[in-house]
């Protein structure tokens, strides 16, 4: 059976990305930070060999922080992408994702990738969270 490439986004003025090969586990695991545009440039050409794609959804809120118009649009940007590479496209709650992937998973997984704006950890706490939820991983191996 071939690897299987997933891709997890954090959307928003710098996004996190993180990418992993999937057999019975997660390998090669990569998670960093880019400007969006170079962000959206780097999941157009992984999608070609992908699985899935997971990604932070955004809701705009008024009060401290901005609409993120970056975020809107790259969401609108990687669902397109994805239709026309034929690969499911996920969005997952900011939440769901915290609460699942916590710091201390992404630490005992040898994961954690601490940035100036946690861009990095965000990506790979909805790539972990995506992997269980599509039982690519077994969750019972987090433990």
């Not at 880019?34 to 008024?62: D, T």
């Not at 704006?117 to 965000?122: C, M």
Request: hydrophobic share 45%.
């Amino acid at each position: 059976m071939p690897d299987k490439l997933i891709i997890a986004v954090d959307p928003g003025g710098t996004y996190g990305l993180a990418t992993a090969f999937v057999d019975s586990s997660l390998r090669g695991v990569v998670a960093q930070e880019r400007e969006p545009i170079v962000a959206l440039h780097v999941v157009e050409a992984l999608l070609q060999k992908a699985e899935f794609l997971f990604c932070e959804s955004f809701i705009p809120r008024p009060g401290i922080r901005t609409n993120q118009p970056e975020a809107l649009e790259g969401i609108g940007a990687m669902r397109y992408m994805a239709w026309k590479a034929d690969v499911p496209f996920e969005l997952q709650s900011p939440a769901d994702a915290k609460r699942f992937s916590t710091n201390a998973k992404l630490e005992r997984l040898g994961w954690r990738t601490p940035t100036k704006g946690g861009h990095a950890d965000d990506a790979l706490r909805h790539l972990l969270l995506g992997a269980v939820r599509h039982g690519l991983i077994d969750k019972e191996r987090l433990i």
